[in-house]
């Protein structure tokens, strides 16, 4: 196993252990809404915005609890995000992460519920760890209209139309790229300060990897079986979502992938070896097969 | 008109602009999610939980930007409570402050985000406003599974069976009571500080209002009819909801809620003058007729 697949699986047990001490214990009323919000966020999940938070951590020097908690904040919203997505009002998806989906295994008002209640865990861990202003302010505007939500808002929107690439680029800015770019700057504000133009580093490589993500994100669906995928695969396309292959072929959503995450690596050359993390996740989100 | 009316249209006319101001513009894309946002976020509501904030700062001599900022994010926290609550799969409700619901005016999905978005950018106003890590801890606590969130399960989970007393109360000390103490506390603690013993007696405070505002919901409920609430009237009764009114008459019911505020009144006495406006409040809560 490569040094860098041993670090994925030390953060997602690190990740694993974090959430389930920071998540209410399922013997604490209301206990169906605790174990179904443990259900959503325990056990499963690649958990690529933890290890982007603790790798930008690491690419300023920096590893301490608000890092930890600032992983899990990004990690709750994305859970969050996805128990609404799959709500029969949404996306109406049966399997996520290999298991039904929480509105399947338990009922629609309590992944409604779950949800909202992951997101203000997201908020709570961030400011019990102690948090800047600015920290919180950066998640809520990331997590919101003007981020993940907006983002989720113009997928509806634009089901069944034709996007061109500045469109559908706009979407996926927002609706992955806003909490992937929080990851990384939450994680490097951790440390206490982050220089200008080693924000504006962390924010391009951020966009850049953001969408590499989504095109792969398609290329693997469109690819994929339902049983590696770990949900329903195929179902872009079929619900008549705007996706890069109706732009390009998958020879050219490829290679589009490798250059956006050449571009990221270039913008993090100057962390030098401190970035040997973040330029490993770059290169794995090309390499990923899930 | 008394001076405590023309107090209370003062603050709604200002958390009404301070919410517009602080709202995403309606010609900002996406533009139907802001668009439902304002929709849900304006124009009504009795701002209960605002005029809280700003008399609890008036009782500790606080009135700042951080101070409006406390009160608009409550707002905002119960504005998307209602917009998910009034969904189909919870409460199903087609009115809401005498306007068709948000998921009836627009569609379920639009519902969701607004809800979901609502309650990032309470967080967002909070943290720009230069809100501490204790505040921001204390509104997601009170929104969370152990705050708000955890009583709308308890509720959900409790339709069709009889509460005694204490299971009834435990319900809103966490459905609506959480928020109001956030609402309380946030509003003092936006003066700096606050001493243990100040802080006590306003949770205190916060506890028997938001019991006696509860207890006058039911009577309110069972007594008025559809156009004076604003919402639709005998719902509770109707949905096998345990209310206050399946343990009491409405006479004792209007008595209990009577000495819920007797009690509130003694807690704020050490505030002297500068107490007025939360003593105001809480006469009001017993006296309203909506």
Redesign the interface.
């Known amino acids: 196993m490569t040094d860098f697949a041993l670090w994925t699986r030390a953060v997602q047990a690190r990740i694993e252990a974090a959430l389930a001490r920071a998540l ?1 214990a399922p013997e ?3 206990k ?3 174990e179904a ?1 443990r259900y959503v966020s325990l056990g499963g999940g690649k958990r690529v915005r933890p290890m982007l938070a603790l790798a930008a951590a690491e690419a300023v020097a920096a590893d301490c609890a608000l890092t930890e908690a600032a992983a899990c904040a990004v990690e709750l919203i994305h859970v ?2 996805l128990t ?1 997505d799959d ?1 029969p ?2 996306d109406d998806d049966d399997l996520r992460r290999g298991k039904p989906t929480c509105h399947v295994q338990y ?4 992944a ?2 779950v ?3 992951l ?3 997201a ?2 861990i ?9 920290m ?2 950066l ?3 990331a ?5 993940m ?2 983002g ?3 997928d ?2 634009s089901t069944g139309k034709h996007l061109d690439l500045a469109e559908l680029e ?1 979407m996926h800015i927002h609706k992955t790229g806003a909490l992937i770019r929080a990851a990384v700057l939450l994680g490097a504000l951790s440390s206490g300060r982050l220089a200008d133009d080693r924000r504006a580093a962390l924010e391009h490589y951020a966009k850049c990897i953001g969408l590499a993500f989504q095109v792969m994100d398609d290329v693997l669906d469109a690819e994929a079986d339902t049983a590696t995928l770990g949900k329903t695969a195929g179902k872009d396309a079929a619900q008549g979502k705007a996706t890069y292959l109706t732009l390009m072929d998958i020879r050219e959503a490829r290679g589009y992938a490798r250059e956006l995450i050449d571009d990221a690596l270039a913008a993090i050359a100057p962390f030098g070896e401190r970035g040997q993390r973040l330029a490993e996740i770059a290169r794995f989100i090309v390499e990923r097969q899930y």
């Open positions: 209410p604490l009323e209301p169906r809404l605790h919000m969050y995000s609404h709500l009002c949404m009922d629609e008002a309590t409604l519920l949800g909202d209640a997101q203000s865990a908020f709570e961030l400011a019990e760890a102690g948090a800047t202003a600015e919180v302010a998640l809520a505007r997590a919101g209209s003007r981020g939500c907006g989720q808002a113009v509806l929107a706009f």
